[in-house]
């Protein structure tokens, strides 16, 4: 079945404890983003990588970082969370960045 | 760059017909695109359109494009309690690399 998987799907955690969301898909996609979901700001696209070791700033990329080794793997890392990063996290792939994106189920993270 | 509006909240009543609407800026969009996010759910892609198309069908689903206006609208007819859900649109903007925007969803609330 072609998904894109995250985990963990919920997650609390403490002012500047580094974590880490994963995120793998199976589609051989080349393009994979990360978005953040806040109320009444819709997505907004924190990272992308247009394929492996490809990767650049999104919308809202401060206090994240992200790595591609791997074609179907596309970490989040928050070195130092903050209560201002709680939020549902989604990854995203696709086959271009035009194209339909197939999303992952969200992290809800909260920061406390 | 692309900037993607929709109003936020949409209530109907069971049976009848939801209009969920969206305005975009970016005239070059070649797609544009309607998403479902159901509860705890990541988004799927609902339909979509050409921008060379006026209108587009789907079984309950019909997509309007008014190019002039830069007005998208998704109709549901026959709106079940299965449709609750927060509804995006998406453009892809043509600003420093092709990528999708999306507007920040609308919420459908089916009632009896």
């Known amino acids: 079945e072609a998904q894109v998987t995250q985990n963990p799907r919920y997650l609390i955690t403490v002012t500047g404890k580094k974590l880490t969301v994963t995120c793998s898909q199976n589609?051989?996609?080349?393009?994979m983003s990360w978005y953040r979901q806040d109320p009444g700001l819709g997505l907004r696209q924190i990272y992308y990588?247009?394929?492996?070791?490809?990767?650049d700033k999104g919308d809202v990329p401060e206090g994240y970082k992200v790595s591609r080794k791997e074609k179907r793997n596309f970490p989040l890392i928050l070195e130092s969370p903050s209560p201002n990063q709680t939020s549902l996290y989604f990854c995203?792939?696709?086959?271009?960045?035009?194209?339909?994106?197939?999303f992952g189920p969200g992290t809800r993270l909260t920061v406390t | 760059g692309e900037d993607v509006e929709q109003s936020l909240f949409l209530s109907v009543r069971e049976g009848d017909s939801s209009v969920i609407n969206c305005t975009y800026t970016?005239?070059?969009?070649?797609?544009l695109y309607w998403y479902k996010q159901e509860p705890g759910a990541g988004l799927q892609l609902l339909t979509y359109?050409?921008?060379?198309?006026d209108m587009k069908q789907d079984q309950r689903l019909t997509v309007l494009l008014n190019k002039k206006d830069k007005h998208l609208s998704l109709r549901i007819a026959d709106t079940q309690t299965g449709d609750s859900a927060i509804y995006f649109c998406?453009?892809?903007?043509?600003?420093?690399?092709?990528?999708?925007?999306f507007g920040a969803g609308t919420r459908l609330a089916v009632h009896p």
């Open positions: 995203a792939s696709s086959s271009a960045p035009q194209y339909e994106q197939y």
């Open positions: 589609m051989n996609h080349e393009y």
């Open positions: 990588s247009m394929n492996v070791e490809v990767t």
């Open positions: 970016d005239s070059s969009s070649t797609y």
């Open positions: 359109i050409f921008s060379n198309m």
């Open positions: 998406a453009g892809v903007s043509s600003g420093g690399y092709n990528k999708l925007i």
